[in-house]
Structure formats: structure tokens, C-alpha cells
């Protein structure tokens, strides 16, 4: 017999099945809060670089200007152990209530769900992040829902 981790139905060692449900006990788990201030001249910089001369965004905030006033990063150690990198799997935005210049925006990111799927070159590991923004008032303004990939 060999001193070779035998492999998972996956393809890759059994190890992975460990880091997978560690990851799981994590969904639903409130990282640290983000709190940031709208300004107006951020919003106006913003527009600029994005190149949306649309006056609306002198007073509200444009899509995903929420990402860049109040960037939430849910450290996921545990994935560092499966595959070898990273793929962003792309990101949607719900967009509840409007943001304006003088709204103190809270950003809370967590995992919301954690999954394996068989890839052409081997097994994948999606993470799929979330993150609520919140306004001053407690409002949930808006939502980021982020799937990351690892393989």
C-alpha cells in the first residue's frame, strides 16, 4: 500500500473535504463592518474615471461606487489549501433604495454558500460571497452577491 493520499471522487486528495467543511461552518457569518461617508467630490472622481457624465451622479451614487466607498474582504484561509488559484466568477448587484451625497453607508460581507463542481481540468471550489449595504438609518440599500473559484 502507498503513503499516497488516495484521491476524492473529485479528483483531488481527500484532504479537500476537510477544507470544504470548514468553509461551510462559515456561511452565514457576519465578517467586520465597513462604515463610510458619501461625498459629493468622491462621487464626482468617481464619475470621471468611470467616464458617466450623467449630472444624476452628482448627487447619487452610480453602480458599484458602493464596492470602492466601503470594500468589504472576507478572508478565506481555509481555500488557500484547495488547488492552486483563483478564477473571479463575476459579481450581481441588487440595488434596493437609493445612496446620496451625506449617507453613512455600513458594508457586512459574509460566505453564503460553498459548493464543488467537476471542472474540464479537475475539481472546482466556488465560494459565493455577500455583502449588504446598509444606510444610516438601517436600511438595507443594497446587495453584492460575489462568486470566487478555486481550482
Keep these: 500500500m502507498s503513503n499516497q493520499e488516495e484521491p476524492s471522487l473529485s479528483g483531488l486528495p481527500a484532504a479537500t473535504a476537510p477544507v470544504i467543511d470548514r468553509l461551510k461552518s462559515r456561511i452565514g457569518v457576519d465578517g467586520p463592518s465597513v462604515t463610510a461617508t458619501v461625498e459629493a467630490g468622491h462621487l464626482k472622481r468617481f464619475a470621471e474615471a468611470i467616464g458617466d457624465r450623467n449630472p444624476r451622479w452628482a448627487r447619487e451614487v452610480p453602480p458599484?461606487?458602493?464596492?470602492?466607498?466601503?470594500?468589504?474582504?472576507?478572508?478565506?484561509?481555509?481555500?488557500?489549501?484547495?488547488?492552486?488559484?483563483?478564477?473571479?466568477?463575476?459579481?450581481?448587484?441588487?440595488?434596493?433604495?437609493?445612496?446620496?451625497?451625506?449617507?453613512?453607508?455600513?458594508?457586512?460581507?459574509?460566505?453564503?454558500?460553498?459548493?464543488?463542481?467537476?471542472?474540464?481540468?479537475?475539481?472546482?471550489?466556488?465560494i459565493i460571497f455577500e455583502t449588504d449595504y446598509v444606510n444610516q438609518r438601517g436600511e438595507l440599500v443594497a446587495r453584492l452577491r460575489g462568486t470566487m473559484i478555486r481550482r
Design 64 to 126: 458599484t461606487f458602493l464596492v470602492a466607498l466601503a470594500p468589504i474582504s472576507v478572508h478565506v484561509a481555509e481555500a488557500e489549501e484547495y488547488g492552486k488559484g483563483w478564477l473571479n466568477g463575476g459579481n450581481r448587484f441588487e440595488y434596493v433604495a437609493p445612496v446620496t451625497v451625506g449617507d453613512h453607508v455600513t458594508a457586512t460581507g459574509r460566505i453564503a454558500d460553498v459548493y464543488e463542481k467537476p471542472g474540464s481540468t479537475g475539481a472546482l471550489l466556488f
